[in-house]
């Protein structure tokens, strides 16, 4: 069993800056690629930021130069770093991590709850 379990959401205003953290734990073998998706309300779920277990990152267009993902792997952990916030930055942010557990010995993706970020004045 895993657990991903997410946290640094909020409200800031524009120009402002969050922190994201998503924390693996359970009976995990080995992780693959770890990233970040957000949805805004009536949009589709969209690709913020991955990272392998290599360290190599990509990112959308939309959040290049603001963004920055990285992973602790010691801790399990994946972080985004979010600087110069837009409104259109508002949406609720979900960790997805590719794992393989000793329950099943195959690679399996799972998502966190989701947290949500609001970018206000």
């Known amino acids: 069993q895993v657990q991903l379990v997410e946290s640094g959401g909020g409200l800031v205003q524009p120009g402002g800056s969050l922190r994201l953290s998503c924390a693996a734990s359970?009976?995990?073998?080995?992780?693959?690629?770890m990233g970040w998706y957000r949805q805004a309300p009536g949009k589709q779920r969209e690709l913020v930021a991955s990272i392998t277990n290599s360290g190599s990152t990509n990112y959308a267009d939309s959040v290049k130069g603001r963004f920055t993902i990285s992973r602790d792997n010691a801790k399990n952990t994946v972080y985004l770093q979010m600087n110069s916030l837009k409104s259109e930055d508002t949406a609720i942010y979900y960790c997805?991590?590719?794992?393989?557990?000793?329950?099943?010995?195959?690679?399996?993706?799972?998502w966190g709850q989701g947290t949500q970020v609001t970018v206000s004045s």
């Open positions: 359970g009976s995990i073998v080995r992780i693959y690629d």
């Open positions: 997805k991590v590719d794992f393989m557990t000793w329950a099943t010995l195959t690679k399996t993706t799972y």
